[in-house]
């Protein structure tokens, strides 16, 4: 599967982003996605995960009740809506894909990942 990450940007402290990974091939909704993301000078770090229909999500302390996943399992594409954001959600985010049940990994497919800058 091949997974194309968009939505990034630069916004204020406070306001609200979605991004979007559009994945390619028939066999989309056999796959858990993750979110993850990497900050300068920093590792990369799970965001939110999502089962391969939908049912079960999994957040990190630092996102959860702001940040929230789902999928379209028609379209071939998962979401990330992210709200109330912070200076320190400012990173590179990337989408993944995996065959396993365990959300936070390891995943086997990584998009190209998507800029998000949030300003104070």
């Known amino acids: 599967v091949q997974l194309q990450a968009s939505g990034g940007g630069l916004v204020q402290a406070g306001g609200s982003l979605r991004l979007s990974c559009a994945a390619s091939?028939?066999?989309?909704?056999?796959?858990?996605m993750g979110w993850f993301r990497q900050a300068p000078g920093k590792e990369r770090e799970f965001v939110a995960a999502?089962?391969?229909?939908?049912?079960?999500?999994y957040y990190s302390d630092s996102v959860k009740g702001r940040f929230t996943i789902s999928r379209d399992n028609a379209k071939n594409t998962v979401y990330l809506q992210m709200n109330s954001l912070k200076p320190e959600d400012t990173a590179v985010y990337y989408c993944?894909?995996?065959?396993?049940?365990?959300?936070?990994?390891?995943?086997?497919?990584w998009g190209q990942g998507t800029l998000v800058t949030v300003s104070s």
């Open positions: 993944a894909a995996q065959l396993g049940a365990y959300l936070l990994g390891p995943y086997d497919y």
């Open positions: 091939g028939r066999t989309f909704s056999r796959y858990a």
């Open positions: 999502i089962t391969w229909s939908g049912s079960n999500t």
